[in-house]
């Protein structure tokens, strides 16, 4: 039996469609600042000597990438209220769950990152007077930020397809419209379909630009 695909309505829901990519964009720019940067945190303690530090990196780093996001995002939204005082929007639910997550992931892209600068960068910064704070903002960072950035813009874009798990709490984002969308019209295949499509026509051109920096990055070495 033939399929009469029909997008009439789901443009007629174009504010909502609108609303949800909105919200998208908010989530996943609350993450990538979260993430990456509890990541190099989180990155920075699991290089550290002292185990009174690098110890809790490790679990951090364990428990969040062995656990599932979508648990992650309900434990937050419906357990943590039951255990504080304050309830928790499906937001910031959402952005928790994600941002760990990624910062988990992140911190041994970070720690990888650092630990690919030869031993003789770390000795120059010493002849020279420089402390190991000093050594890792001014040398060490710099130069494995270079070899890092393909794989932390791979999980950044990773991140952005977790956005779609917010729905499981109802945040207002491009799944969840679709499912309010086919719900109301009874059209799933031209909802879905859409949000997919529109899901490509963001991240493929991002995609693109992370294949040019790759390649500017292995031209500059």
């Not at 979260?34 to 990541?39: A, H, I, Q, V, Y």
């Not at 996001?69 to 255990?83: D, E, K, N, S």
């Not at 650092?114 to 010493?126: C, F, N, T, V």
Request: charged share 15%; net charge positive; glycine share 6%.
């Amino acid at each position: 039996m033939g399929q009469a695909w029909d997008f009439a309505s789901v443009f007629a829901n174009s504010d909502a469609l609108i609303a949800g990519a909105v919200g998208t964009l908010r989530l996943f720019a609350i993450c990538l600042v979260l993430g990456l940067g509890l990541g190099l945190v989180v990155g920075l303690g699991r290089y550290a000597h002292s185990r009174w530090i690098n110890l809790p990196a490790a679990i951090f780093v364990e428990f969040f990438r062995n656990t599932p996001v979508l648990v992650q995002i309900l434990w937050f939204y419906f357990a943590l209220p039951i255990l504080m005082p304050f309830e928790i929007s499906p937001l910031w639910a959402a952005a928790l769950g994600i941002s760990l997550n990624t910062a988990a992931f992140s911190a041994d892209i970070y720690r990888g990152g650092i630990q690919s600068i030869e031993r003789g960068q770390w000795d120059a910064a010493r002849a020279i007077g420089m402390r190991w704070g000093q050594a890792m903002r001014r040398i060490i960072l710099p130069q494995a930020l270079k070899r890092m950035t393909p794989a932390l813009t791979n999980r950044a874009i990773e991140a952005f397809k977790m956005t779609t798990l917010a729905s499981a709490v109802a945040y207002v984002e491009l799944l969840q419209q679709g499912k309010l969308i086919a719900s109301l019209n009874f059209n799933p295949i031209e909802a879905y379909t859409t949000i997919a499509v529109v899901f490509f026509v963001i991240l493929w051109p991002l995609v693109q630009l992370t294949y040019v920096l790759e390649r500017r990055l292995k031209r500059s070495e």
